[in-house]
């Protein structure tokens, strides 16, 4: 699927816009207790890009635990979660697909922490974990899987 670039993005004000200068790395949805309420749903949606090809404008506040390590992003003024970035996944950021303005485009390649699922819900990905993939070599397997997926 060809996606025009640069992407473009907003938060529900519209005071945090992003800008992405990038193909998307990979597609989430994570089932974990934790992003349940962080999202105040059933899951969350990440697209993946790399941290170099994201540029962010409007004003922030960071939420969620506060974990060390571990960055969730809110708009200051309507507080909707727009993107984490976690130090153990090198230089990327997940960006919360439902800020994308194309969000269609980006259904959920691979769905993780299926073991906290909702019993209730159900997400059509190619790929389910019970929790994460558990090494960065698989991860960069799903990664070039879902290249080949999207332009399949
Ligand atoms: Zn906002
Ligand atoms: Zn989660």
Not at 46 to 56: E, G, I, K, L, V
Not at 70 to 98: E, K, M
């Amino acid at each position: 699927m060809a996606t025009q670039q640069p992407l473009t993005g907003s938060c529900l004000c519209g005071a945090v816009q992003v800008r992405i200068a990038a193909s998307p790395l990979l597609t989430l949805a994570c089932h974990c207790r934790d992003c349940q309420k962080l999202t105040a749903g059933a899951f969350s949606l990440t697209t993946m890009f790399p941290r170099d090809a994201f540029s962010c404008a409007g004003e922030l506040v960071e939420g969620g635990r506060g974990t060390v390590g571990r960055a969730h992003y809110f708009c200051r003024s309507c507080l909707n979660f727009v993107f984490t970035r976690i130090d153990a996944a090198g230089p990327r950021v997940n960006l919360r697909t439902s800020v994308l303005d194309d969000a269609a485009d980006f259904a959920p390649f691979v769905e993780v922490m299926a073991g906290e699922k909702l019993p209730w819900v159900h997400v059509p990905a190619v790929h389910s974990y019970t929790r994460y993939p558990e090494t960065p070599e698989e991860l960069q397997a799903l990664m070039a899987d879902y290249s080949r997926w999207r332009s399949g």
